[in-house]
């Protein structure tokens, strides 16, 4: 009798022992099932952030593949048609890419010289300024021999806000001359020219400016985007 009793007990202690073993592993194996798998969905950039050391480079490459050369300035007077040329290749894709990362949008044509300029890109707008920091801070060269002289209805790049002896050239402003500005020839790059919309540039050269020389009111590039 002793021993049945033994050996019941020595089964039912058994018994448990298995069941906790059991519930111990299934609890553990729903832990593992569950465990979440975080992926990271940080949006990669498409481009490095440009600086003086990597432009050329950058552009050299991004000229290759790009091959637009005509864009529309969109603006609050109406729209100006743009012949970007090949032979400014630099100045050609870094037009094309800067459109095309919307560095343009929301800016003003902030300096009118009357029968002379119309010149673009500058803004306080705050949005602007963060977009255009997460592009680049950098200059281009100026290209000046390859034939272009500063006649009506062409596109120039102005030279850097930072002082430079050899006037290179800011990448987020461009002037449209409104009348033949020769003495220009040599310093600035001539980089396209005006297909469609002169009406539009002297329309924008009339408007009253203060002392500074900008509109008195302003007159905005809503965006430019690449056209066939």
């Known amino acids: ?10 089964f039912l202690c058994l018994n448990c022992e298995d069941k906790q073993s059991k519930s111990k592993t299934k609890n553990n194996t729903s832990k593992i099932e569950t465990k979440a798998i975080v992926k990271d969905t940080t949006p990669k950039r498409e481009f490095p952030r440009l600086t003086e050391d990597n432009v050329m480079e950058f552009f050299l490459g991004y000229e290759a593949k790009n091959k637009e050369n005509k864009v529309r300035i969109v603006t609050s007077s109406g729209d100006i048609d743009i012949l970007l040329y090949d032979k400014t290749k630099f100045h050609r894709a870094n037009f094309i ?20 300029i119309i010149q673009g890109g500058n803004t306080d707008n705050g949005q602007v300024t963060s977009r255009r920091r997460k592009i680049g801070k950098y200059l281009l060269p100026t290209d000046t021999n390859r034939g272009y002289t500063h006649k009506r209805g062409v596109i120039s790049m102005p030279s850097g806000e930072i002082e430079n002896p050899h006037k290179l050239a800011s990448p987020y402003e461009f002037f449209i001359t409104q009348q033949d500005a020769y003495h220009l020839d040599g310093d600035y790059t001539v980089f396209g020219e ?6 539009i540039v002297d329309k924008i050269n009339a408007v009253d400016v203060d002392e500074a020389e900008w ?14």
């Open 1 to 10: 009798m002793r021993v049945l009793l033994l050996v019941g007990f020595c």
């Open 97 to 116: 890419f800067l459109a095309k990362q919307g560095a343009f949008d929301n800016t003003q044509f902030h300096r009118v010289v009357k029968n002379f």
């Open 194 to 199: 005006v297909i469609k919309g002169m009406d």
């Open 215 to 228: 509109p008195l009111r302003n007159i905005y590039i809503k965006t430019v985007k690449i056209i066939e």
